[in-house]
């Protein structure tokens, strides 16, 4: 960010001065939420949560080099060497302070939003234009009223790009992440049932999505999954410039002869001789990298560059990431999970080539409201449906539902494994694999399904 006075942040966020700012007080040029993380003459912003508040850590904030806070009450005990600023809701003037950032920037904002494939998408994007272009992305899965500011401060406002994830589980979330953003350019990867506990079904998951448009720049570029009809429809009403990516013919960069293994994906660009690689797994990686050279036409970089950078991207980690742990082979998805993606890890699992057998350990899906219960028992229906898998292992309090359900369609019964947790199933899951054995690991972060690919390294190196 560039350095600010602490009058100027005072007025971005429309707060009060709790003491007199003195004309010669330092600028502020770096904004933290954690103590443990603090960085010299910092601004400290108070924030309260359902278990936390930060106002009892001003104190440490200090210690550890704060100069300045925003809080939303005045402290019992005065503090020394802290300027205070007093806002009304200290989460809500962290955004208005991020739009004033991102207006002193530079750089073209590029938005992500969509069900499946958004931190993938944005890894390809940087992939496809750091080879010409300087720029920044978003940090993890920071894609909340939170990690959003917290991606928007560090960034550098000379740069070129800076490529943010912009993600919702509850309506009316996305619109004003957009608005603070106000993205020169934003992907919709794809619309599926995801968070349907709060966003109700799918035809809701689309129009949350389709608001990105609502802070979008009009002489911006909207490129939007066009495979689903209903999503076209949920953007129709952008006025500005929009490119369509998917599979089929009818959109304006579609993937052809796509070819999967162990190395990651190959496809042609719209039926010509023009070939792509990119290392990550799966036919949905196809779509998320024609997304990517979208974004890198629009900002300048030659197709042949971008093409050449793809081939070498690296993706997040626990999205259908390698490991190795002796000769296990893990499959590692387990950072998320919806019925889409959890379908399409099935696939992409059961296509690769082992020595030994395809195992499936598969967790619960969290947030999808009373359509939950049927989604579990498709998944166990899919795993049945692929004939590749010789064990079955359902983690979570819904582990019946594919457990049954798998059984129901033709799973062995005796090769089909339930337990109620990670913890529970680390330790014995761990004992039963082979040398040769490929493993995959699928289900939704409160799973923590990475306790039992922790476990099986280390039997591995036992």
Known sequence: MKPMSLRQIRQAVGGKALS?????????????????????????????????????????????????????????????NLSLIQVANTRQAMGRLAAHCRQQMRAKVIAVAGSNGKTSTK????????????????????????????????????????????????????????EMTTPDIAVITNCGADHLEFLGDVSGVRRENANI????????????????AELLSAVKDYPGQRITFGFKESNDLFASNVRCDETGTRFSLNNSRRDVFVPMLGRHSASNALAAIAVARKMGVPEDVAIASLAVARGPDMRLQWQAAGDIRILNDAYNANPDSMRAAIETAAAMPTASRRIAILGDMKELGPSGNEYHREIGRSVAATKSFELLVCVGIHADLIADAAVAA????????????????????????????????KGSRGVHLERIAAAIARRAAA
């Open 20 to 80: 007199v700012i003195a004309d010669d007080a330092p600028s502020i040029d770096t904004v933290c939420t954690d103590t443990r993380q603090m960085k010299p003459g910092a601004l400290f912003i108070a924030l309260r949560g359902e278990n936390f508040d930060a106002h009892g850590f001003l104190a440490q904030a200090v210690a550890a080099g704060a100069i300045a806070a925003l809080v939303e009450e005045t402290p019992a005990n005065p503090i020394a």
């Open 123 to 178: 890894h390809l994007i940087d992939a496809a234009l750091c080879g010409r272009l300087r720029g920044s992305i978003s940090p993890k899965s920071f894609n909340n009223d939170i990690g959003v500011p917290l991606t928007i401060f560090p960034a550098d406002p000379g740069q070129d790009y800076l490529v943010l994830e912009i993600g919702t589980n509850h309506h009316g979330e996305i619109r004003p992440l957009s």
């Open 213 to 228: 448009s609502a802070g979008l720049n009009p002489r911006g570029l909207l490129i939007v999954n066009g495979d689903e």
């Open 410 to 441: 033709g799973f062995p019964t005796r090769a089909v494994l339930r337990y109620p947790d990670s913890t529970a199933a680390a330790v014995p899951v761990s004992a039963l694999l082979r040398d040769g054995d490929l493993v995959l690991l």
